[in-house]
């Protein structure tokens, strides 16, 4: 089992809905989690973090962490063409190291 | 500030031979990560410095693979001799060590390496 899982995708969603990003982790220690954004020939862009249960609202993204069930999400309303990218998700370790997920590639299509 | 940058930004070369990737991280910046993405592995953290010292190059493929920090400013990531399934985009990011939980990681442009 991969310590950080994502669905690859692709997700297909219409413009103007809502999104949602999911991540399970298998490390029940994990404290911090990221999510990353990655246009296609880009390099990944930080756009969200989230260390205790619940969520944590950032504009148009909401994080989602639950401890208890491993798992963080990633919401993303009144989603966006130019939201489409490949969303990272990262799972905090010692010493500023980070575990990536697969990543899942989300296409909003207008 | 420039942030990180990273040369070359293309790179083919065949198989057997050296290649020496580089990158100078964000001016003030004390910790260097070198990271190799693929499809099939995703993004997968080789080797990181802190205060230009390697902690944890646990990542590492083999030992064709070596990276070095001579100084604040300046990295490299050697692979002698390469093979074709060393072809990848190889990202350095550097990230400062305040006294938080975590600081992000700024990631450079990447190279894309290509073993033929």
């Known amino acids: 089992q991969k310590e950080v899982e994502q669905n690859s995708g692709p997700l297909s969603v219409p413009e103007g809905a809502i999104a949602s990003l999911n991540c399970t982790y298998s490390?029940?220690?994990?404290?911090?989690f990221f999510w990353y954004r990655q246009y296609s020939g880009k390099s990944p862009e930080l756009i969200m973090s989230?260390?205790?249960?619940g969520d944590k609202e950032d504009g148009r993204f909401t994080a989602q962490l639950n401890k208890a069930s491993q798992y963080v999400s990633l919401l993303i309303r009144d989603s966006q063409p130019s939201d489409s990218a490949t969303y990272l998700c990262?799972?905090?370790?010692?010493?500023?190291?980070?575990?990536f997920g697969g990543g899942t590639r989300l296409m909003v299509k207008p | 500030d420039a942030g990180v940058i990273q040369s070359p930004r293309h790179e083919v070369t065949e198989m057997g031979q050296e290649v020496t990737l580089r990158c100078k991280p964000i001016?003030?910046?004390?910790?260097l990560f070198w990271y190799r993405q693929t499809m099939m592995r995703g993004l997968e953290l080789l080797i990181y410095?802190?205060?230009?010292?390697?902690?944890?190059d646990s990542g590492m493929p083999e030992d064709r693979f070596s990276a070095k920090m001579p100084n604040a400013s300046f990295s490299t990531l050697k692979i002698q001799p390469s093979e074709p399934r060393d072809s990848a985009v190889y990202f350095c990011?550097?990230?400062?060590?305040?006294?938080?939980?975590?600081?992000?990681?700024?990631f450079g442009p990447g190279t894309r390496l290509t073993v033929l």
């Open positions: 490390d029940r220690g994990s404290q911090s």
């Open positions: 001016s003030g910046h004390d910790y």
């Open positions: 990262a799972r905090h370790n010692a010493g500023n190291m980070l575990t």
């Open positions: 990011a550097s990230s400062l060590s305040l006294l938080a939980d975590y600081n992000e990681q700024f």
């Open positions: 989230i260390y205790s249960n």
């Open positions: 410095f802190n205060n230009n010292v390697p902690i944890d």
